[in-house]
């Protein structure tokens, strides 16, 4: 939608990958993208956050959409992440989804108690099945994702992901 960040990473990428005048951007908001899809007013979407993606899986249950995979040189273009959205995620998605991602990552000061940030790592990984079932999108979040996190890791949480075998680069230490 308007102002949001997938708008802005949108527009970015539609420069980065050459497109800019070959197709327009609508001025809409995200909540009406679905529906403008459905009614002929759009051809397709941009939309940034986890998946799976609600308003991905409703234009892809009731119009049939192709959700766009990247080259990993395209990716490399973007200076993201490369992400992977398993095959299936969505209705006639038949492959994995290759595309970008900004790690989201819980921050905290130097000066947090060891043993607090070791509690609230431990919870967080025990509990994410549980949220998992109450937002899905929470199941798109696994250990291998810990790769493109590029600050330092607290030394709390570090000596959790030691103790369940969650490798941590040196630069995260």
Known sequence: GKGSFGAKEG???IKLFGLEGKVELADAELSNAVAALKNGQIDGFVTAGSFPAPNVIEAAASVGVTVLSLSDDAIAKTKRARLVIPAGTYAGQGSD???TSLPVVAYTT??????IAYELTKTYWEQKKEMGAGAAW????NEGL??????KIHPG????YDEIGIPLTDAQR
């Open 11 to 13: 527009a970015k990428y």
């Open 97 to 99: 989804i290759v595309t």
């Open 110 to 115: 130097t000066e947090m108690d060891e043993k």
């Open 138 to 141: 929470w199941n798109g979040v």
């Open 146 to 151: 810990m790769e493109n996190i590029s600050g």
């Open 157 to 160: 949480a570090a000596i959790f």
